[in-house]
């Protein structure tokens, strides 16, 4: 009995000081990995579905055990932040934008998420190791964690259909942050998979991406494509992308369970409003400092300019406007083959489309 008093002190007090440390959840996993989230990862492994993002490989085994990556890890605490940076009416209202303007995901109109979610999992991960005489190791989406299978096993949310974690509370709009920690926590009752019969994330993904419940290959998805591919986008998948040139949210945004959501008070990720009307002739025509000046601070600047510029000609591509064409005829000759060949592939869509309209 006394053990189970001091387990459920520890579990209080630890929930406590992660409110008061700015997250807005807070769940414990044991450091197992669930059978099913297994299968999937290596089903994901085996049919190549990482695209060019082999670390996946290189760290399939610390993926899998936990052990390996923290040798004294015990018990996993998650962590989550609320970043919707608007009223959630407002959400689907910004997809319908203008086709000449730029559509950018939502998470990144604001500042950098890792960098800020690190500062406060680094300080909150100080106070735990201090306060129970513990090890502590940290993770932003920086290293070889399965977080979101963590974040399933505990009551945090449930995976989705479109393999994200959805919130009761939030939706599906949470950060996360892990600690592995030395400390043995007692786990969380897993969250209830409320999906049910829905597949509206399935429906609204344009490029098939989620080929099937809990199945995504990213080499169709669009945010990969934008944000985490570095050659080419394949000629298929470019009039899917329309006006996107920074990931996508289709699978996010239309989710019924986003119903009790609300805006992030978190003033770091309030948006900020250039980002919502960028204009693809303005982006189209910035060299590589101005792009740097403007994406500063956002997660945007990592992805680059080649292929946030490479991504801008495909939506002008798609928009059939010939305003771009000089530009465009320019880029054509571009000392960079993926600027060059996607430049010749746009000038051809807007001729095709201005001309059959």
Request: hydrophobic fraction near 35%; proline fraction near 3%; charged fraction near 25%.
């Amino acid at each position: 009995m006394t053990i189970l008093i001091n387990i459920n002190y520890m579990k209080s007090e630890i929930y406590k000081k992660a409110i008061k440390s700015g997250f807005d959840a807070i769940g414990f996993s044991s450091p197992l990995i669930a059978e099913i989230n297994k299968k999937r990862f290596i089903e994901f492994i085996n049919n190549c579905e990482f695209g060019n993002m082999d670390f996946f490989i290189k760290t399939k085994a610390l993926r899998l055990n936990p052990k390996l990556v923290f040798s004294d890890i015990e018990s996993v605490i998650i962590v989550g932040i609320n970043y919707l940076p608007y009223e959630i009416s407002e959400i689907q209202n910004i997809l319908n934008i203008d086709e000449n303007n730029a559509y950018i995901s939502i998470y990144s109109h604001n500042k950098d998420y890792h960098k800020i979610i690190k500062k406060k999992l680094i300080m909150f991960a100080k106070w735990l190791s201090e306060k129970f005489s513990c090890q502590v190791k940290c993770f932003v989406d920086t290293g070889p964690v399965m977080e979101k299978a963590f974040a399933s096993n505990s009551n945090i949310g449930w995976q989705g259909k479109n393999t994200k974690i959805v919130s009761k509370k939030f939706g599906q709009f949470l950060f996360l942050g892990v600690i592995f920690t030395s400390l043995k926590i007692k786990p969380d009752k897993a969250a209830e998979n409320l999906c049910g019969k829905c597949s509206i994330c399935i429906e609204k993904c344009p490029t098939g991406a989620l080929y099937k419940p809990y199945k995504l290959d990213p080499r169709r998805c669009i945010s990969y494509l934008t944000i985490e591919h570095k050659g080419l986008i394949p000629v298929k998948y470019r009039k899917f992308i329309s006006n996107r040139i920074f990931g996508c949210d289709n699978c996010s945004i239309y989710c019924p369970h986003n119903i009790n959501s609300i805006k992030t008070d978190i003033n770091d990720f309030l948006p900020q409003n250039k980002y919502k009307s960028l204009s693809l002739d303005y982006l189209l025509s910035c060299n590589k400092d101005e792009f740097n000046t403007l994406f500063k601070g956002s997660p945007i600047k990592r992805t680059g300019y080649e292929r946030i510029l490479r991504n801008v000609i495909i939506a002008c591509g798609n928009s059939g406007n010939i305003i771009y064409l000089d530009r465009l005829k320019e880029l054509t000759n571009n000392d960079s083959i993926i600027i060059s060949e996607t430049a010749k592939w746009s000038v051809s869509s807007i001729n095709y489309l201005s001309t059959n309209k």
